[in-house]
């Protein structure tokens, strides 16, 4: 079947063209090369349509970037807030973890792109509310907030993108990376050779969100001049 797109006018099947198969064709480009390659072109040749059909939908392609952004934050099942502010970092954190995986490149579009609805927006407004709580300024609270983003996008995309400079998984890989480690002779790396040839994702995002959920604490604890 030909899908070369064609410029001008709509072809018929064009009608059947929606907002939501849009954002799934955007986010298709995303997770097979990122989110630098999502354009209007590259989405309509996903979907087999003119490019020019897409704008029926969507304004362009800084709006389809802030969508997707606001189609992860949207997409997180929020926990029930316990009051206590490490807990409730960590279960958010986690959360947003659990709600990025199927898209895990997308995450840094969270960092950089403004949020289109209050439904994206309300990961930030848990978020917020619990480090105002905590004792955080409304200017403190976001700058830990994005300081907690920064460390979960983080930890998401090395996930996502790992090669073997961060550790494998299965048993030969990792007898083989050891191998190649030792064999540098650097004193410290041949000392951790055995933990830097493992890496266990869902333990470095843990130890990664609880060491910054800690430093949130401090300086929430610290007294400000």
């Known amino acids: ?30 997770d097979a090369d990122g989110a630098a390659a999502v354009s209007m072109r590259t989405v309509a040749q996903r979907l087999g349509v003119d490019a020019k059909s897409l704008y029926h939908h969507i304004d362009g392609k800084e709006a389809l970037l802030d969508a997707v952004a606001g189609h992860v934050l949207g997409g997180i099942d929020l926990p029930e807030l316990t009051g206590q502010p490490e807990d409730d970092l960590r279960a958010i954190a986690q959360s947003f973890r659990k709600a990025t995986r199927a898209h895990p490149q997308a995450a840094a579009l969270v960092l950089t792109r403004q949020l289109p609805s209050i439904a994206a927006l309300a990961p930030v407004e848990a978020v917020l509310s619990v480090l105002r709580k905590a004792g955080a300024s409304p200017e403190e609270a976001v700058h830990l907030l994005r300081s907690l983003l920064a460390v979960v ?59 910054a959920v800690a430093a949130t604490m401090q300086r929430l604890a610290t007294p400000r001049r």
Do not use: Q, W
């Open 1 to 30: 079947m030909n899908t070369t797109t064609r410029r001008g006018r709509p072809r018929k099947g064009d009608a059947r063209l929606s907002r939501e198969a849009i954002l799934t064709a955007a986010l298709e480009v995303v």
């Open 153 to 211: 996008v983080g930890s998401l995309l090395r996930e996502a993108g790992a090669g073997p400079a961060f550790g494998v998984t299965d048993e030969a890989g990792i007898a083989h990376r050891r191998a190649e480690l030792e064999r540098t002779g650097l004193p410290a790396v041949v000392e951790s050779a055995p933990y830097l040839a493992r890496c266990d994702h869902e333990a470095e995002f843990s130890f990664a969100v609880e060491l």
